[in-house]
């Protein structure tokens, strides 16, 4: 049977995710779901009208769901559900100082994404990222491998830009690595990043790391404080699509992802970025890689960090 795919949340990051996922043109079906009236239906429409041009033939769906979770049905045989409800920061604001207003939209969409497509695996990139993630496996009572969240390759793809821009090298020729949360305890990964297969540590000096490494962690509020309404879209959606994929095609990709870490690092019971194989069952295996002195005990610090905000978040 063919593909089905659906985005909750018709804003600019699930837009321009059912547009590439669309785009792709691996999915027979791409559901767009969003609370506003008409506006998942004009955008289904509008990007259908794009197929004979971008030459594919999945078929967009766009439907309005209401309150008590009229329209879900819509969602039904969805192999994948990438959740995209909540409210965006505003410049100024932690991704944190939208835990309480989003953790109650996420509930309910998880919720009836349980009811609805209970098969499902479910990609959280609500922010704050790692305790949406959280709530929405506890929501849908899904085994934890068939919740995970979009950050890690957001931020990976932010530290590989940057590090392309400084050395003014193609961004294909540079490789890096995040792991940690999506917060202030995101942990680049200097010793795993390499430029031309060279380690970066003999291609930049250590403060110019550091200098970059700052710049990833605030890739988001620098993007915020730009756009002054809403937060960043395009590469958020590049990671959410590229997961949904390798999901639909159970490639086995090793993706940096938030998933959950059950003794990898010695950590145990919380949802945290780390790099894992990415397949039809969502999390196939969280990959442990080496990592140095320094960047093990940033690992662990996040891991605390998450754990502390991730307890308060199943009475939400
Ligand atoms: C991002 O990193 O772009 C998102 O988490 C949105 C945000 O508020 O920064």
Redesign the pocket.
């Known amino acids: 049977m063919g593909k089905k795919v659906t985005v909750v949340g018709a804003g600019f990051?699930g837009s321009t995710t059912a547009q590439r996922l669309a785009e792709y043109d691996v999915f027979d079906t791409v559901v767009i779901t969003d609370i506003v009236e008409g506006k998942p239906a004009g955008l289904a429409l509008d990007l259908n009208q794009s197929r004979a041009i971008e030459g594919f033939e999945t078929k967009v769906v766009g439907v309005t769901t209401g309150p008590n979770g009229e329209g879900y049905e819509a969602i039904e045989g969805s192999d994948v559900v990438v959740i995209t409800a909540g409210l965006?920061?505003k410049p100024g604001?932690s991704?944190m100082d939208?835990l309480e207003t989003n953790a109650k939209i996420v509930r309910q969409v998880a919720e009836n994404v349980a009811k609805y497509a209970p098969s499902a695996v479910v990609i959280v990139?609500s922010?704050?990222?790692d305790e949406m993630t959280a709530l929405a496996q506890i929501a849908t009572q899904f085994p934890k491998n068939r919740v995970l969240g979009q950050?890690g390759m957001?931020?990976t793809a932010?530290f590989s830009n940057f590090v392309a821009e400084a050395l003014n090298v193609p961004v294909a020729s540079v490789r890096t690595l995040t792991l940690g949360s999506?917060g202030d305890t995101m942990v680049p990964v200097p010793s795993k990043s390499t430029v031309n297969g060279k380690p970066l540590r003999d291609a930049m000096p250590a403060e110019q790391i550091e200098e970059l490494v700052v710049k990833t962690r605030n890739?988001?509020?620098e993007?915020?404080a730009l756009l002054k309404t809403g937060?960043?879209?395009y590469?958020?959606s590049a990671a959410a699509a590229r997961m949904a994929k390798a999901v639909a095609e159970d490639s086995g990709e090793v993706m940096p992802v938030c998933a959950w870490v059950d003794g990898e690092y010695g950590i145990s019971g919380v949802y945290l970025g780390v790099e894992a194989e990415i397949g039809a069952e969502g999390v196939k295996r969280v990959v442990e890689t080496d990592l140095d002195a320094d960047e093990r005990a940033s690992l662990l610090a996040a891991a605390e960090a998450v754990r502390a905000k991730q307890s308060d978040i199943s009475s939400m």
């Open positions: 990051y965006p920061r604001m991704r939208l990139v922010n704050p990222l950050a957001l931020d932010r999506h890739g988001g509020a993007v915020v937060s960043a879209y590469a958020p």
